[in-house]
């Protein structure tokens, strides 16, 4: 099993930058994809970015949004910037055992294990 924990949110006004961690325990390896998802009320969940083969950044938030890894801590980063209210919602990281390409890397159901998920709330 793999235990995901992330941090880092919290309440900001536009244009402001928060970094989220995601921090991983357990059958961790250095392989596999490490991803983040939003979900805001009443939307279903959405693609922000993830690490697999490369590094990869939804359109609705590139140029804003980094994501990184330090894998000697076992912890994938999201660096967020510029940040709008539409930014608003629950952010989760997730794993998979898998190199996801594609369609899978953006889609939940390939992940094998998710985080609690922190929020993030961006006012205007």
């Known amino acids: 099993q793999v235990q995901l924990v992330e941090s880092g949110g919290g309440l900001v006004q536009a244009g402001d930058s928060l970094r989220l961690s995601c921090a991983a325990s357990?059958?961790?390896?250095?392989?596999?994809?490490r991803g983040w998802f939003r979900q805001a009320p009443g939307k279903e969940r959405e693609f922000v970015a993830a690490?697999?083969?490369?590094?990869y950044v939804a359109d609705s938030v590139k140029g804003r949004f980094t994501i990184s890894r330090d894998n000697a801590k076992n912890t994938v980063y999201l660096q967020m910037n510029s940040l709008k209210p539409e930014d608003t919602a629950v952010y989760s990281c997730?794993?998979?055992?898998?190199?996801?390409?594609?369609?899978?890397?953006?889609?939940?159901?390939?992940?094998?294990?998710w985080g609690q998920g922190t929020q993030v709330a961006v006012s205007s």
């Open positions: 690490i697999s083969w490369s590094e």
């Open positions: 357990g059958r961790i390896t250095g392989t596999g994809t």
């Open positions: 997730a794993s998979s055992r898998a190199k996801l390409t594609g369609v899978a890397l953006t889609t939940p159901r390939f992940y094998d294990f």
